[in-house]
């Protein structure tokens, strides 16, 4: 069923002022009345002094505002919106207009309110952010028609400020990845170079422990088997790798991609150190951060939050792969999130998996965007590598 297109009301107003107006003239011409000319007179001037007066009442106003600088994404936000009428004028139909994304952004815009004389309101207006990322949001600027509904007058307010969408973290406990990585983890604890002169922390007991490693005396006073972890530099790491190269899509099929690969990043990094397993979470223009302990997360999320995807920049997980590597002591569990399978990243994948490395690719599908990706994909996938395809 087609929707009925609506007239607006501004468009009807002046219609019939128009009309009104051309009636009265053409009375007024063919008759002779006074009273006729006078009417006249007055439906021409009326808009003029009514527009004059609005412009007054409206620079009367006071406006002041408030919102969150951060907050959840898809949590719902409140902007705060004073009102202040300072003139002995009452103003009818004034409408708040809200700068967003409307991508991103999703609001109650346009409300109507009124205001009496020497009156205040208070909008709250509820806001919600579907997406992780920086944005421009605020109060845009009233509008208010005029007395005789001719006009509307717009007063603007300076609507740059920043919201910051903080993102989720995604819940890998059950995907594959997390079974291997902790079966790799499990075993390893006794097979690494550490200092043993240096106590790093104290975990639980795992079975694949050795009993040399066990904290007796807090053993006894906990009532717990506890054991001794100790300095290293290579302990079980993991080296999560984050193509940050954007991908031109439509704003929202954009913001959904990053989120998803952000999102992902993040739960791989909690689950990984909650299981004790050092991370070094590294972005394709080589930025890197040093995570030991699962308080070391909270670094993580708050500069992922901040992560700003780079234009214009060619997919780099094939170099930072190969110096993660390099530069490796021993093997490394590697997992590298892009929506960019090239031949570079094929073959150095291959490559650190023949030399004993244990690398995992999660993959972003963009549909009917790179082919070139789908088909590196099903070669990773025939070449026992393990790879993951996500939408």
């Known amino acids: 069923m087609k929707k009925k297109r609506r007239i607006p009301t501004l468009f009807i107003n002046r219609f019939i002022w128009a009309t009104l107006f051309l009636g009265i003239c053409i009375g007024a011409f063919f008759s002779g009345e006074r009273i006729l000319y006078l009417t006249a007179v007055v ?3 009326l808009p003029f002094l ?11 106003l006071r406006v002041f505002r408030s919102q969150p600088e951060t907050i959840m994404k898809n949590a719902e936000g409140i902007l705060s919106v004073d009102i202040h009428n300072k003139t002995p004028m009452p103003l009818g139909s004034l409408e708040v207009l809200i700068n967003a994304d409307e991508n991103a952004i999703s609001v109650l815009e346009n409300q109507n309110v009124q205001i009496n004389p020497f009156g205040r309101r208070r909008l709250e207006i509820p806001f919600v952010i579907e997406f992780r990322g920086h944005y421009n949001f605020g109060l845009a600027a009233v509008q208010v028609s005029d007395i005789t509904g001719l006009f509307r007058l717009k007063r603007e307010f300076d609507a740059a400020k920043m919201i910051t969408a ?13 079974m291997n990585l902790m079966t790799q983890a499990s075993s390893r604890h006794d097979m690494r170079d550490e200092d043993y002169s240096t106590i790093s922390d104290i975990r639980q007991y795992l079975p694949t422990d050795s009993i040399k490693r066990v904290h007796w005396k807090l053993t ?9 972890n100790f300095q290293s530099n290579a302990l079980n790491l993991v080296s999560i790798i984050l193509d940050i190269s954007r991908v031109e899509l439509q704003p ?4 959904a991609l990053e989120d998803g690969m952000i999102e992902n990043a993040l739960g791989v990094a909690k689950f990984c150190l909650n299981k004790q397993m050092p991370v070094d979470f590294i972005t394709s223009d080589g930025q890197r951060i040093n995570a030991r302990k699962p308080a070391d997360f909270g670094i993580i999320y708050e500069t992922t939050s901040e992560l700003h995807f780079l234009e214009n920049a060619e997919p780099n ?4 792969l190969s110096q993660t590597l390099t530069e490796a002591t021993g093997y490394v569990n590697a997992v590298v999130i892009t929506p960019n399978l090239t031949a570079e990243l094929y073959e150095r994948v291959v490559k650190g998996t023949k030399s004993g490395h244990h690398i995992t690719i999660l993959y972003f599908e963009i549909s009917d965007i790179n082919e070139n990706s789908e088909e590196i994909f099903k070669l990773l996938s025939e070449s026992g590598i393990q790879c993951f395809k996500l939408q």
């Open 43 to 45: 439906l021409f001037v």
């Open 50 to 60: 009514s527009l004059i007066i609005t412009f007054a009442l409206l620079r009367g």
């Open 220 to 228: 006894a006073k906990r009532n717990e088997w506890l054991v001794k």
């Open 252 to 255: 929202r099929q954009t913001y």
């Open 317 to 320: 997980c094939h170099g930072v």
């Open 166 to 178: 903080l993102p989720q973290v995604a819940d890998v406990s059950n995907f594959p990845l997390s």
